[in-house]
């Protein structure tokens, strides 16, 4: 169903939700332009020139030489941002506020002073209210999950590509084991992929440490990890699902970092090579969702698991007939620092891979101890492929999954190889069926 913005009835009121910070991210952008004292001259000293540097559309670059901030407000500004524009031209909150009334600066304090405005008046009418429940149209088709891939991304995986190594000896037997994902891949293209994977120090420093991570934005370059960026595409988003998706998760009481622009590694790009190998373009839009599993504390596995849950949830409540994937990322075994550095643990690995199939909300209990101990110090990704599987149908019975494929191989650089494909069959739909 469509998402419920009830709040844009709201008189006098515009709520600052995914569409208006898509709508006014450059002029946004350009207000956090004045934080420093250089830009603040510039702009004094040639207001125009300066919003011509910016990719804003001329209605913003209008309100803002008319000083309308009412026209900036529906523009995309927010308010919080629009105060360093203020600010810059030496308004107060007051002027500001006042100004968006109607009222003279005096009046507006005046009305403070007696109290600030009355409610009354200024509530939603809930006849219009009612009528626009009412008149909500039943969606054309929903969006569907139809399939989960489960992959370790390997930066020396990603290497070996790059540089034409896929038929060495012994690179060979690694990249044999994703042939048929890729035939696979190209039978059941999705049109958006959510691929869940955690950044290396790459996007994310020390400074800032999220621990769920929604990409929102149309585009996301590679990154460079330190040997200059991937020779990949880069990453086409889709930022009216990847809104959805964060509306419906974080009012089901997942907290999530949304990001408008960040770059990608090969925590990412990798998965997507193994898939679809070399190509000039991907072939879908991809939703980066990032977890931390660098810094502790990191998410339970059970926290992962129920995550995936409300994500299908979501995924399945957006009014448009699409087909998204979920990709869960990482591991498996392997420990990257200290005396234990090259642990492989295949027993502990392939006794993962039989409860991911068979008995995941048993695998979510799992606790991050025995992840370490038994998987190594990064083997703690794994987590992450329970969000994957935990938006499969088979989860709450409202449908079933079918093992295509399952591959493991030891080594590949330091790590184990891990890798599964479900297919997801919600219940009522043709067995066999294909679009």
Not at 107 to 117: E, T
Not at 359 to 388: C, K, N, Q, T
């Amino acid at each position: 169903m469509a998402l419920d913005k009830s709040y844009k009835l709201v008189p006098g009121t515009t709520i600052f939700d995914a569409e208006q910070s898509a709508k006014g991210y450059h002029l946004n952008q350009f207000c956090m332009s004045l934080m420093t004292a250089e830009n603040r001259e510039s702009y004094l000293a040639d207001e125009r020139a300066y919003l011509d540097a910016w990719p804003l559309r001329e209605e913003q670059k209008r309100a803002l030489l008319d000083r309308d901030l009412n026209a900036a407000i529906r523009e995309g500004g927010n308010i919080y941002f629009l105060a360093k524009w203020g600010a810059t031209l030496g308004l107060s909150f007051q002027q500001m506020a006042g100004s968006m009334t109607g009222m003279t600066e005096q009046d507006y304090r005046d009305m403070m002073v007696g109290g600030g405005r009355s409610i009354a008046g200024n509530r939603i009418d809930h006849a219009v209210l009612e009528a626009a429940h009412t008149d909500r149209r039943a969606p054309k088709g929903r969006a569907t999950v139809t399939g989960a891939v489960f992959t370790s991304h390997v930066p020396a995986i990603g290497a070996a590509m790059d540089h034409h190594k896929t038929d060495e000896p012994y690179w060979r037997p690694v990249f044999e084991g994703y042939e048929f994902s890729k035939r696979w891949e190209r039978e059941n293209l999705p049109d958006v992929i959510v691929l869940v994977y955690n950044d290396h120090a790459s996007t994310f420093d020390l400074s800032l440490v999220p621990t769920f991570v929604l990409g929102t934005g149309a585009a996301y370059p590679t990154a460079d990890e330190g040997y200059g960026p991937r020779p990949v595409p880069g990453i086409e988003g889709d930022p009216e699902l990847a809104a959805h998706i964060a509306h419906t998760l974080i009012q089901d009481d997942f907290d999530l970092t949304l990001a408008n622009e960040m770059t990608v590694d090969h925590g990412l790009t990798v998965p997507l090579s193994l898939m679809f190998g070399d190509v000039e373009r991907w072939p879908c839009k991809v939703i980066p969702f990032h977890v931390n599993v660098v810094q502790y504390p990191v998410p339970s596995g059970a926290r992962c698991f129920k995550l995936g849950q409300a994500l299908r949830r979501a995924i399945e409540s957006y009014d448009r007939p699409l087909k998204v994937q979920v990709w869960g990322t990482g591991g498996m075994s392997h420990q990257l620092q200290g005396p234990r550095a090259g642990l492989i643990n295949r027993e502990w690995d392939n006794a993962f891979l039989d409860r991911l199939v068979a008995d995941p909300e048993g695998l979510s209990r799992v606790p991050h101890l025995e992840y370490v101990e038994e998987a190594g110090s990064e083997g703690i990704e794994l987590v992450m492929w329970l969000i994957a599987r935990g938006a499969m149908s088979d989860v709450d019975g409202s449908g079933r999954t079918e093992v295509k494929h399952r591959f493991y191989h030891v080594p590949a650089s330091n790590t184990a190889v891990g890798h599964l494909i479900l297919e997801n069959h919600p219940r009522g739909e043709t067995p066999g069926a294909k679009e």
